[in-house]
């Protein structure tokens, strides 16, 4: 196996060397709590905090920096306003080449200021849930430091859910507010978020307040006068100034909704100051972020890459980020590095899926930009194959910058097995090793973490019970991560995915039981079950075995009206590679359905195992021969 070496650039500044660097992780193990009170530092508090951390796994209570007041807003954007304010907070890319803009500290900080007073003046306070349905726009990242700023918890809908998923996530949140756009065009595909707010809307009573952002300049046919209230209109009106509110460290930042094992998604909940202090950390280190650099991630916002890493990472370091609303194959493939070269990006953060569809378009797209701006690189959302790794690095970075793989997960908040830029060498397709605080340990090949660390939720919105029996009761006193993972004799991590029925399809999670959900409302539908198999551009897609009820013909009518269901209820990216009808699913004499022989049958593996506990063998073989 090729490594390769961490200092493949100058460093200006170098912090730590690798020696100083490994005796830092070494205290931060042995003592977390002076070491993360050392970091809190680098946080702006309103009132000192009492106590580093305090709590347990067992009772699944978990508290970083008790006592202390901040505000997550005031960090990432008030505290860089008087020196700083005319650097660059943001710079936006729109779909096409030709629409672009910027918003430096200053500007940032009045956008936020006036949308906070809109909240307020639409009635939301402190605690209010908030929910945010927006296309790649700057107004995406103002409304969360707007909620942020004034204590409401936001919670992101990526706008690629369907109104019916948008309706559960406003309904579980209880959100009376929501902040969208009309409509978004992403690539040569228009996305009518406003029309699927009205849809979901018709399920969610209790919603008093729309806010939208007319991006088409389109007359909306369902204005509703009561409710919706043109963005720019109603900010306009506002006065400047909007003081923070002071967040005890522990009050709830934002509420972000995951995919799980059952069918229902879980709204991940992250706190103030341990969430924040963890994002800003990580991010400065593990890009060895230096002040000045642009810094570009390609992730959306709807997901905790776009929270942690577009939004409070990097800005709480008052750094430059990109946020780009297009695709990138649209209008050709060499619109990232197109993008790279206009802006001078420095650090470029992206996901395993976008690398694969440009590979597969071969090196002239790439060829024909400079990309010498870039010293470092990033990749994260699923294990990225070797031969992908080589590729990102000797074509696109040229051969000097060091890729940054990062496993995380939206529980973790922010990195946790990941490289650190100019300390870490690097070996294609491991992310390497832990970050500060963290002690990972694998139990049967699947990976758990030690202790506590601050960026991690803090609870499941509505349901605390089910955070500690997912996480934390699987093994006494150990995080569960629900990944497998095996590490090499020099101690890097190697992640293989999933161990449970969750499914990374271009890097976005989704529930093999909230596939199978959608698939039985369907009337016809008796019984289904889902699986993953490995797919050369998605990384995984979803294969569907279905059981249609007496008397129904499987057709390839049904075929699409199965997958337009799935599109309603969850959305286009949850769609099945393939749907397979059968008259009958393996089960354990118990009734269980046997998913691993699924798995494998999906996947052409013959190698089954053991089949004595199946109640009837018979079915195996048919299930095989009538295989996509
Ligand atoms: C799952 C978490 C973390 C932000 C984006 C996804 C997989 C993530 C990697 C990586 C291998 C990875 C894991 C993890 N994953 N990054 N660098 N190498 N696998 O967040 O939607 O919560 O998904 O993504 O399976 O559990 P998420």
Redesign the pocket.
């Known amino acids: 196996m090729h490594c390769y070496p961490a200092n493949l650039y100058h460093r200006k500044t170098a912090p730590y060397d690798k020696i100083e660097f490994d005796a830092l992780y070494a205290q931060s193990i042995q003592d977390p709590a002076g070491f993360w009170a050392e970091q809190s530092k680098k946080l702006a508090w309103f009132q000192p905090w009492e106590q580093v951390f305090e709590g347990s796994f067992e009772k699944g209570d978990i508290s970083w920096f008790r006592g202390g007041k901040l505000n997550a807003c005031y960090n990432c954007v008030d505290r860089h306003v008087e020196k700083h304010g005319d650097e660059k907070a943001l710079l936006w890319e729109g779909n096409t080449p030709r629409e672009s803009s910027s918003l430096s500290y200053s500007e940032l900080y009045l956008a936020v200021c006036q949308l906070a007073n809109a909240l307020k003046s639409r009635g939301v306070t402190k605690g209010d849930r908030v929910c945010i349905y927006m296309p790649m726009i700057m107004e995406a990242a103002i409304a969360m430091l707007a909620c942020a700023r004034i204590g409401a918890v936001h919670s992101v809908v990526f706008g690629g859910f369907s109104s019916d998923a948008l309706a559960n996530r406003i309904t579980d949140a209880d959100c009376k507010c929501i902040i969208t756009a009309d409509e978004t065009e992403r690539g040569t595909k228009k996305i009518p978020l406003k029309k699927n707010v009205d849809e979901a809307l018709k399920h969610c009573c209790d919603v008093h307040t729309v806010i939208v952002v007319n991006q088409s300049q389109k007359s909306t046919e369902t204005w509703n006068d009561d409710r919706d209230h043109d963005y720019y209109t109603l900010v306009s009106q506002q006065p400047t100034c909007c003081p923070c509110e002071e967040m005890d460290a522990e009050d709830p930042l934002f509420i972000l909704y ?1 995919s799980g094992s059952t069918g229902k998604p879980k709204g991940i909940l992250h706190t103030n100051a341990g969430y924040l202090l963890y994002s800003m950390v990580s991010f400065q280190t593990v890009f060895d972020y230096q002040p000045g650099e642009v810094y570009w991630c390609t992730a959306d916002i709807g ?3 776009g929270h942690s890493y577009v939004v409070y990472g990097p800005l709480a370091n008052r750094a430059t980020s990109v946020i780009f609303a297009g695709v990138p194959n649209y209008p050709d493939m060499s619109r990232y590095w197109q993008i790279v070269d206009k802006y001078q990006v420095n650090i470029f953060y992206t996901a395993p899926t976008a690398l694969r569809t440009l590979m597969a378009a071969g090196d002239e797209p790439v060829k024909s930009t400079w990309r010498t701006s870039l010293r470092c690189l990033g ?5 990225i194959n070797p031969e992908v790794w080589e590729w990102y690095f000797h074509v696109i970075g040229n051969g000097h910058c060091p890729i940054m ?7 973790t908040g922010g990195f946790l097995i990941t490289p650190i830029a100019g300390i870490t060498n690097l070996k294609p397709g491991s ?1 390497t090793l832990p970050f500060f605080g963290i002690q990972p340990t694998l139990v049967e090949g699947e990976l758990y973490i030690e202790a506590s660390w601050p960026g991690q939720m803090r609870s499941i919105y509505n349901d605390h019970q089910r955070f500690i029996t997912t996480y934390l009761s699987q093994v006494k006193n150990k995080y569960c ?3 497998g993972a095996h590490q090499d004799d020099d101690g890097y991590y190697w ?1 293989t ?2 161990v449970d029925d969750v499914i ?1 399809v271009s ?1 976005h ?1 989704v529930g093999s039981a909230e596939v199978e959900s959608a698939l039985v409302d369907d009337h016809r539908v008796a019984e289904a079950a889902v699986v993953s198999i490995p797919h050369a551009i998605k990384g995984e897609s979803i294969y569907a075995f279905v059981i249609l009820k007496q008397n129904q013909i499987p057709t390839d009518t049904l075929k699409s009206a199965l997958k337009d269901q799935i599109k309603k209820e969850i959305g286009a990216f949850a769609v099945p590679e393939h749907i397979q009808f059968a008259n009958d699913l393996p089960k354990t004499r118990s009734g269980k359905i046997m998913r691993r022989l699924l798995r494998k049958i999906a996947n052409g593996d013959d190698d089954l195992g053991d089949i004595s506990t199946l109640a009837d063998p018979d079915i195996i073989h048919t299930l095989i021969q009538n295989k996509l």
Do not use: M, N
Not at 379 to 383: D, N, Y
């Open positions: 995951t997901w905790i890459t990749s994260v959302g699923e294990p793989d990062t496993w995380w997960q939206t529980e992310a991560t629900g990944d992640l995915g999933r990374k890097g999670r």
